[in-house]
Structure formats: C-alpha cells, structure tokens
Nanobody, 122 residues
Framework: QVQLVESGGGLVQAGGSLRLSCAASGRTFSSYAMGWFRQAPGTEREFVAAISWSGGTMRHANSVKGRFTISRDYAKSTVYLQMNSLKPEDTAVYYC???????????????WGQGTQVTVSS
C-alpha cells in the first residue's frame, strides 16, 4: 500500500508559478513511477506529467511542455510539479499517482492522492 498526500495548490494570477508536492509513504517510493494528472469540472482526468522510478525518464503533456516540470526527491519520498507561466486553463484539481509497472500517460495507476486545487485567475 502507498499513501499519497498532495500539497501546494492555491489561487494564483495568470503568469504566476506554483510548486505542487506529493509526499509518499508506505511501500518503497523508489519502486514506483509517479505521475501528475488534473481534472477540471465536467471533464475527464487528463495526464500532465510522469517520471520513471529511476528518474531517468520524464514525460510532459504537450499542453504543459516548457512550462511545467516534474521531479522527484528520493530522500524525501516526494514528487514535485513545478508550474510556471500558469494560464486560466490550467485551473483544475491536480492528482498525484503511483504506478508499480512503469511510466504511463494513462490513468492506469495503482494509487492516487486526494488531489489539490489549483485556480489561475485571469
């Protein structure tokens, strides 16, 4: 079992920055690929970014490339999502997820956090 707790969400103006954190506990953090997804009201959950268990492979959705960066800290068992140049369309609940069988851009992750709200005002 892996427990995931997101933090760092909030209200920010367009063009601003936020850093989301996801603290993992339970099974070995380094064994899991980690991902960030987001869901706006009335839409399906969509892929934002993912990082492999080794940290050697990262993927970002086209909509956030060049603005968002995923990273992980093994000593702190934490994965981050640095979000720069935020836009109103980035407004959503952001979820952290862990996957035992490698990196994925689909929602087929084993464990999910409760989500953190990000609101970008224009």
């Amino acid at each position: 079992q892996v427990q995931l707790v997101e933090s760092g969400g909030g209200l920010v103006q367009a063009g601003g920055s936020l850093r989301l954190s996801c603290a993992a506990s339970g099974r070995t953090f380094s064994s899991y690929a980690m991902g960030w997804f987001r869901q706006a009201p009335g839409t399906e959950r969509e892929f934002v970014a993912a990082i492999s268990w080794s940290g050697g492979t990262m993927r970002h959705a086209n909509s956030v490339k060049g603005r968002f960066t995923i990273s992980r800290d093994y000593a702190k068992s934490t994965v981050y999502l640095q979000m720069n140049s935020l836009k109103p369309e980035d407004t959503a609940v952001y979820y952290c997820a862990a996957r035992s069988s490698g990196i994925s851009e689909y929602t087929d992750y084993d464990y999910w956090g409760q989500g953190t709200q990000v609101t970008v005002s224009s």
